[in-house]
Protein backbone atom coordinates (compact mmCIF):
# COMPACT_ATOMS: atom_id res chain seq x y z
CA UNK A 1 0.00 0.00 0.00
CA UNK A 2 1.39 3.53 -1.31
CA UNK A 3 2.32 5.79 1.59
CA UNK A 4 0.99 9.78 1.85
CA UNK A 5 3.45 12.24 1.30
CA UNK A 6 4.98 13.66 5.20
CA UNK A 7 7.47 16.66 4.98
CA UNK A 8 8.94 19.03 7.75
CA UNK A 9 10.98 21.68 7.06
CA UNK A 10 12.75 23.85 9.64
CA UNK A 11 15.53 26.24 10.54
CA UNK A 12 16.70 29.49 11.56
CA UNK A 13 16.57 31.37 7.64
CA UNK A 14 12.80 31.79 6.96
CA UNK A 15 14.01 32.62 3.24
CA UNK A 16 15.18 28.92 3.00
CA UNK A 17 12.32 27.63 4.52
CA UNK A 18 9.64 28.90 2.74
CA UNK A 19 11.26 28.19 -0.71
CA UNK A 20 11.96 24.77 0.00
CA UNK A 21 8.20 24.74 1.04
CA UNK A 22 6.79 26.22 -2.64
CA UNK A 23 9.40 23.83 -3.92
CA UNK A 24 7.50 21.04 -2.55
CA UNK A 25 4.23 22.48 -2.92
CA UNK A 26 4.79 22.55 -6.36
CA UNK A 27 6.39 18.92 -6.94
CA UNK A 28 2.79 17.41 -5.38
CA UNK A 29 0.53 19.57 -6.70
CA UNK A 30 0.47 20.38 -10.52
CA UNK A 31 0.03 24.29 -11.80
CA UNK A 32 -3.79 23.96 -12.83
CA UNK A 33 -4.76 22.33 -9.67
CA UNK A 34 -3.20 24.86 -7.39
CA UNK A 35 -5.86 27.51 -7.20
CA UNK A 36 -7.99 25.10 -4.68
CA UNK A 37 -5.04 22.22 -4.49
CA UNK A 38 -3.21 23.98 -1.28
CA UNK A 39 -4.84 24.56 1.73
CA UNK A 40 -3.14 26.49 4.61
CA UNK A 41 -3.08 26.03 8.41
CA UNK A 42 -1.45 29.33 10.43
CA UNK A 43 0.84 28.09 13.01
CA UNK A 44 1.27 30.73 14.68
CA UNK A 45 -0.66 30.36 18.25
CA UNK A 46 -0.46 32.66 21.21
CA UNK A 47 -2.43 30.30 23.33
CA UNK A 48 -2.39 26.22 24.15
CA UNK A 49 -5.82 26.49 22.85
CA UNK A 50 -4.83 28.08 19.22
CA UNK A 51 -2.18 25.03 19.20
CA UNK A 52 -5.13 22.78 19.82
CA UNK A 53 -7.75 24.33 17.21
CA UNK A 54 -4.59 24.68 14.65
CA UNK A 55 -3.69 20.86 14.88
CA UNK A 56 -7.06 19.70 14.60
CA UNK A 57 -7.55 21.92 11.51
CA UNK A 58 -4.29 20.70 9.71
CA UNK A 59 -5.73 17.04 10.18
CA UNK A 60 -9.03 17.52 9.19
CA UNK A 61 -7.23 19.29 6.12
CA UNK A 62 -5.44 16.31 5.44
CA UNK A 63 -7.99 14.04 5.80
CA UNK A 64 -10.14 16.13 3.78
CA UNK A 65 -10.07 14.95 -0.17
CA UNK A 66 -9.00 17.31 -2.78
CA UNK A 67 -12.12 19.48 -4.84
CA UNK A 68 -13.37 16.73 -7.12
CA UNK A 69 -10.69 14.32 -6.88
CA UNK A 70 -7.34 16.89 -7.83
CA UNK A 71 -3.98 16.68 -5.87
CA UNK A 72 -4.05 18.70 -2.57
CA UNK A 73 -1.36 19.84 -0.13
CA UNK A 74 -2.02 20.72 3.25
CA UNK A 75 0.80 23.34 5.30
CA UNK A 76 1.16 23.80 8.44
CA UNK A 77 3.24 27.09 8.21
CA UNK A 78 5.03 28.66 11.11
CA UNK A 79 4.46 26.11 13.56
CA UNK A 80 6.11 27.94 16.04
CA UNK A 81 4.52 25.80 19.46
CA UNK A 82 7.03 22.75 17.80
CA UNK A 83 9.92 25.19 19.20
CA UNK A 84 9.81 23.92 22.92
CA UNK A 85 10.46 25.93 26.00
CA UNK A 86 8.21 28.60 24.81
CA UNK A 87 5.32 29.71 27.37
CA UNK A 88 2.32 28.42 24.71
CA UNK A 89 4.62 25.12 24.02
CA UNK A 90 5.22 24.48 27.63
CA UNK A 91 1.49 24.82 27.58
CA UNK A 92 -0.63 21.33 28.89
CA UNK A 93 -2.70 21.99 26.06
CA UNK A 94 -0.58 22.57 23.22
CA UNK A 95 1.84 19.30 24.48
CA UNK A 96 -1.16 16.84 24.86
CA UNK A 97 -2.39 18.48 20.98
CA UNK A 98 2.16 18.11 19.59
CA UNK A 99 1.38 14.56 21.13
CA UNK A 100 -2.00 13.50 19.65
CA UNK A 101 -0.44 15.06 16.56
CA UNK A 102 2.62 12.74 16.49
CA UNK A 103 0.71 10.11 17.16
CA UNK A 104 -1.09 10.29 14.47
CA UNK A 105 1.56 11.10 11.69
CA UNK A 106 2.95 7.38 13.32
CA UNK A 107 0.45 5.77 12.09
CA UNK A 108 1.00 7.12 8.53
CA UNK A 109 -0.42 9.38 5.94
CA UNK A 110 -2.53 7.16 3.54
CA UNK A 111 -2.29 7.09 -0.23
CA UNK A 112 -2.97 10.49 -1.90
CA UNK A 113 -2.06 12.92 1.22
CA UNK A 114 0.31 15.32 1.93
CA UNK A 115 1.26 17.22 4.62
CA UNK A 116 4.01 19.99 5.02
CA UNK A 117 5.43 21.54 8.00
CA UNK A 118 7.50 24.36 8.13
CA UNK A 119 8.81 26.08 11.29
CA UNK A 120 12.02 28.01 12.81
CA UNK A 121 13.25 25.49 15.47
CA UNK A 122 12.08 21.89 15.72
CA UNK A 123 13.98 20.43 18.92
CA UNK A 124 16.15 17.46 17.15
CA UNK A 125 15.40 15.12 20.09
CA UNK A 126 12.10 15.28 19.81
CA UNK A 127 9.52 12.36 19.83
CA UNK A 128 7.52 14.64 17.10
CA UNK A 129 11.33 15.22 15.04
CA UNK A 130 11.69 11.70 14.89
CA UNK A 131 8.76 10.51 13.57
CA UNK A 132 8.79 13.00 10.60
CA UNK A 133 12.41 11.32 10.18
CA UNK A 134 10.78 7.49 10.31
CA UNK A 135 7.18 8.28 8.38
CA UNK A 136 8.70 10.97 5.82
CA UNK A 137 11.29 13.54 4.68
CA UNK A 138 12.96 16.14 6.66
CA UNK A 139 14.67 19.10 5.94
CA UNK A 140 16.73 20.59 8.64
CA UNK A 141 18.42 23.91 7.57
CA UNK A 142 20.08 24.19 10.92
CA UNK A 143 18.93 26.10 14.03
CA UNK A 144 21.53 27.80 17.13
CA UNK A 145 24.06 27.72 14.62
CA UNK A 146 27.89 28.97 15.94
CA UNK A 147 28.87 32.21 14.15
CA UNK A 148 31.66 30.12 12.14
CA UNK A 149 29.29 27.84 11.23
CA UNK A 150 26.79 30.54 9.95
CA UNK A 151 29.11 31.76 8.23
CA UNK A 152 30.46 28.74 6.44
CA UNK A 153 26.75 28.26 5.36
CA UNK A 154 26.60 31.38 4.03
CA UNK A 155 29.28 31.04 2.29
CA UNK A 156 28.60 28.50 0.56
CA UNK A 157 25.47 29.56 0.03
CA UNK A 158 26.42 32.97 -1.68
CA UNK A 159 28.15 30.67 -4.20
CA UNK A 160 24.29 29.59 -5.22
CA UNK A 161 23.21 32.98 -5.12
CA UNK A 162 26.23 34.86 -7.42
CA UNK A 163 25.47 31.59 -9.78
CA UNK A 164 21.39 32.46 -10.17
CA UNK A 165 21.91 36.00 -10.35
CA UNK A 166 24.52 36.10 -13.22
CA UNK A 167 27.30 37.74 -11.23
CA UNK A 168 30.88 36.95 -9.72
CA UNK A 169 32.82 38.26 -7.18
CA UNK A 170 36.73 37.82 -6.49
CA UNK A 171 37.37 36.39 -2.64
CA UNK A 172 37.45 39.65 -1.19
CA UNK A 173 34.14 41.17 -2.60
CA UNK A 174 32.61 37.79 -1.27
CA UNK A 175 33.87 38.39 2.32
CA UNK A 176 33.05 41.77 2.00
CA UNK A 177 29.46 41.57 0.69
CA UNK A 178 29.14 39.04 3.64
CA UNK A 179 30.47 41.65 6.20
CA UNK A 180 28.11 44.10 4.83
CA UNK A 181 24.99 42.28 4.73
CA UNK A 182 25.24 38.94 7.13
CA UNK A 183 23.62 35.67 6.64
CA UNK A 184 20.69 35.72 6.43
CA UNK A 185 19.41 34.88 2.99
CA UNK A 186 16.71 36.71 1.83
CA UNK A 187 18.37 39.83 2.13
CA UNK A 188 21.32 38.37 0.32
CA UNK A 189 19.04 37.89 -2.79
CA UNK A 190 17.85 41.46 -2.47
CA UNK A 191 21.18 43.18 -2.68
CA UNK A 192 22.26 40.81 -4.81
CA UNK A 193 19.47 42.27 -7.00
CA UNK A 194 20.88 45.78 -6.22
CA UNK A 195 23.98 45.10 -7.18
CA UNK A 196 22.96 43.44 -10.15
CA UNK A 197 21.08 46.68 -11.49
CA UNK A 198 24.83 48.62 -10.82
CA UNK A 199 26.74 46.32 -12.49
CA UNK A 200 24.52 46.60 -15.79
CA UNK A 201 26.41 44.56 -18.18
CA UNK A 202 29.40 44.17 -16.04
CA UNK A 203 28.61 41.34 -13.72
CA UNK A 204 31.82 41.25 -12.07
CA UNK A 205 31.73 42.51 -9.06
CA UNK A 206 34.79 44.39 -7.08
CA UNK A 207 35.06 45.35 -3.07
CA UNK A 208 34.67 48.68 -4.33
CA UNK A 209 31.34 48.42 -6.00
CA UNK A 210 29.65 46.39 -2.86
CA UNK A 211 30.78 48.86 -0.92
CA UNK A 212 29.38 51.38 -3.13
CA UNK A 213 26.02 49.98 -3.59
CA UNK A 214 25.01 47.67 -0.99
CA UNK A 215 23.13 48.72 2.45
CA UNK A 216 25.39 48.26 5.61
CA UNK A 217 23.70 46.64 8.83
CA UNK A 218 24.30 46.67 11.87
CA UNK A 219 26.78 43.24 12.08
CA UNK A 220 29.24 45.35 9.39
CA UNK A 221 28.83 48.42 12.17
CA UNK A 222 30.17 46.37 13.78
CA UNK A 223 32.55 45.14 12.18
CA UNK A 224 33.90 48.78 11.22
CA UNK A 225 34.36 49.28 15.29
CA UNK A 226 36.60 46.73 15.07
CA UNK A 227 38.48 48.61 11.83
CA UNK A 228 38.31 51.38 13.85
CA UNK A 229 40.04 50.14 16.80
CA UNK A 230 42.74 48.48 14.79
CA UNK A 231 43.36 52.22 13.15
CA UNK A 232 43.34 53.79 15.68
CA UNK A 233 41.05 56.22 14.56
CA UNK A 234 38.89 57.53 17.20
CA UNK A 235 36.75 60.09 15.10
CA UNK A 236 35.53 56.89 13.19
CA UNK A 237 35.12 55.04 16.71
CA UNK A 238 32.90 57.38 18.03
CA UNK A 239 31.09 57.83 14.97
CA UNK A 240 30.10 54.10 14.51
CA UNK A 241 29.26 53.75 18.41
CA UNK A 242 26.69 56.25 17.79
CA UNK A 243 24.91 54.37 15.25
CA UNK A 244 24.97 51.71 17.51
CA UNK A 245 23.12 52.76 19.91
CA UNK A 246 19.89 52.10 21.27
CA UNK A 247 20.52 47.98 20.57
CA UNK A 248 20.39 46.05 24.04
CA UNK A 249 23.46 43.57 24.54
CA UNK A 250 24.74 45.09 21.70
CA UNK A 251 27.73 45.92 24.29
CA UNK A 252 28.62 42.07 25.02
CA UNK A 253 28.65 41.26 21.57
CA UNK A 254 30.98 43.94 20.94
CA UNK A 255 33.27 42.69 24.01
CA UNK A 256 33.27 39.42 22.25
CA UNK A 257 34.31 40.41 18.62
CA UNK A 258 36.80 42.52 20.02
CA UNK A 259 38.40 39.60 22.43
CA UNK A 260 38.89 37.53 19.39
CA UNK A 261 40.20 40.30 17.27
CA UNK A 262 42.91 41.26 19.69
CA UNK A 263 44.13 37.81 20.05
CA UNK A 264 44.30 37.46 16.29
CA UNK A 265 46.34 41.11 16.37
CA UNK A 266 48.29 39.41 19.40
CA UNK A 267 49.73 36.72 17.23
CA UNK A 268 50.14 38.41 14.18
CA UNK A 269 52.48 41.32 15.80
CA UNK A 270 54.04 38.41 17.57
CA UNK A 271 54.66 36.41 14.18
CA UNK A 272 55.95 39.88 12.50
CA UNK A 273 58.35 40.80 15.55
CA UNK A 274 60.03 37.23 14.93
CA UNK A 275 60.14 37.67 11.35
CA UNK A 276 57.78 34.53 10.52
CA UNK A 277 55.15 37.18 9.20
CA UNK A 278 56.62 39.64 5.80
CA UNK A 279 54.93 42.99 4.93
CA UNK A 280 53.36 45.92 6.38
CA UNK A 281 50.97 48.63 5.17
CA UNK A 282 50.03 48.10 1.38
CA UNK A 283 52.04 45.94 -0.56
CA UNK A 284 52.63 41.81 -0.09
CA UNK A 285 52.46 40.06 3.15
CA UNK A 286 52.49 36.73 3.72
CA UNK A 287 53.99 33.82 6.43
CA UNK A 288 57.33 32.96 6.00
CA UNK A 289 58.03 29.84 3.52
CA UNK A 290 60.67 28.79 6.24
CA UNK A 291 58.79 28.76 9.55
CA UNK A 292 61.27 27.29 12.68
CA UNK A 293 59.96 23.95 14.44
CA UNK A 294 58.87 26.51 17.35
CA UNK A 295 56.64 28.53 15.17
CA UNK A 296 54.73 25.31 13.56
CA UNK A 297 54.42 24.10 16.75
CA UNK A 298 52.76 27.52 18.64
CA UNK A 299 50.51 27.40 15.58
CA UNK A 300 49.04 24.73 15.19
CA UNK A 301 47.80 24.83 19.32
CA UNK A 302 46.01 28.44 18.63
CA UNK A 303 42.00 27.82 18.42
CA UNK A 304 42.45 29.21 14.89
CA UNK A 305 45.71 28.70 13.32
CA UNK A 306 45.91 32.29 11.60
CA UNK A 307 47.83 30.59 8.49
CA UNK A 308 44.83 29.87 7.31
CA UNK A 309 44.06 33.64 7.22
CA UNK A 310 43.24 34.60 3.29
CA UNK A 311 45.68 36.83 1.62
CA UNK A 312 42.73 39.98 1.31
CA UNK A 313 42.40 39.03 5.36
CA UNK A 314 46.25 39.09 6.05
CA UNK A 315 46.26 42.30 3.76
CA UNK A 316 43.52 44.09 6.04
CA UNK A 317 44.44 42.84 9.72
CA UNK A 318 48.59 42.76 9.23
CA UNK A 319 48.48 46.70 9.66
CA UNK A 320 46.03 46.71 12.58
CA UNK A 321 48.45 44.89 14.08
CA UNK A 322 51.06 46.67 13.32
CA UNK A 323 49.73 49.99 14.51
CA UNK A 324 50.27 48.64 18.01
CA UNK A 325 53.37 47.24 19.96
CA UNK A 326 53.03 43.77 21.28
CA UNK A 327 52.65 45.05 25.03
CA UNK A 328 49.82 47.69 24.33
CA UNK A 329 47.90 44.67 22.71
CA UNK A 330 48.72 42.61 25.88
CA UNK A 331 47.19 46.11 27.41
CA UNK A 332 44.12 46.26 25.08
CA UNK A 333 43.27 42.23 25.98
CA UNK A 334 43.29 43.15 29.85
CA UNK A 335 40.76 46.44 29.11
CA UNK A 336 38.16 44.16 26.87
CA UNK A 337 38.15 41.23 29.56
CA UNK A 338 38.10 44.13 31.98
CA UNK A 339 34.98 45.59 29.73
CA UNK A 340 32.75 42.47 29.85
CA UNK A 341 33.20 42.24 33.26
CA UNK A 342 31.81 45.66 33.84
CA UNK A 343 29.24 45.38 31.42
CA UNK A 344 27.64 42.46 33.10
CA UNK A 345 28.14 43.88 36.90
CA UNK A 346 27.45 47.62 36.60
CA UNK A 347 24.05 49.63 35.80
CA UNK A 348 26.31 52.09 33.46
CA UNK A 349 25.13 52.13 30.09
CA UNK A 350 26.90 49.65 27.95
CA UNK A 351 28.03 52.05 24.83
CA UNK A 352 29.44 54.39 27.58
CA UNK A 353 31.79 51.67 29.14
CA UNK A 354 32.80 50.07 25.42
CA UNK A 355 33.47 53.83 24.05
CA UNK A 356 35.59 54.71 27.64
CA UNK A 357 37.54 51.26 27.02
CA UNK A 358 38.29 51.61 23.28
CA UNK A 359 39.45 55.30 23.60
CA UNK A 360 41.52 54.02 26.00
CA UNK A 361 43.27 51.12 23.91
CA UNK A 362 43.47 53.48 21.46
CA UNK A 363 45.00 56.50 23.09
CA UNK A 364 47.31 58.90 21.06
CA UNK A 365 49.39 56.84 18.47
CA UNK A 366 52.93 57.33 18.21
CA UNK A 367 54.76 57.83 14.90
CA UNK A 368 55.52 54.55 12.75
CA UNK A 369 59.26 54.53 13.97
CA UNK A 370 58.50 54.89 17.26
CA UNK A 371 56.27 52.12 17.82
CA UNK A 372 58.52 49.60 15.49
CA UNK A 373 61.60 50.61 17.95
CA UNK A 374 59.10 49.39 20.87
CA UNK A 375 58.14 46.58 19.24
CA UNK A 376 61.60 45.05 18.90
CA UNK A 377 62.15 45.50 22.56
Given at each position: ???????????????????????????????A??A????????????????????????????????????????????????????????????????????????????????????????????????????????????????????????????????????????????????????D?????????????Y????????????????????E???????????????????????????????????????????????????????????G??????????????????????????????????????????L???????????????????????????????????????????????????????
Amino acid sequence: MKKGKLVLICGDDEFLVEGAARERVNQLVPEAERAFGIEVVDGRCDTGDEVVRAVEACVESVRTPGFLGSSKVTWLRHARFLTGGGRVSESVAAKGAVERLTGWLKEGLLDGQALIITAEKVLRSSLFFKTCQQQGEVVDFGGGLKSWELERQAQERLERLLEAAGLSMDDEARQEFLTRVGFDTRLQVQELEKLGLYLGAVKHATAEAVREITSIGREAEAWDVLDAVGNRDAVALVGTLRRLGGQRGVGIKLAAMLEKNIRELLVLREAYDRKWVYGGKGGACGWSNSLPPEAAAVLAVLPVNPKTLQAWAMRRRLPHALNYTLQELRVARFRILELREKLVSTGLPELLLVETALLRIIGRPRAPAARAAAGAR
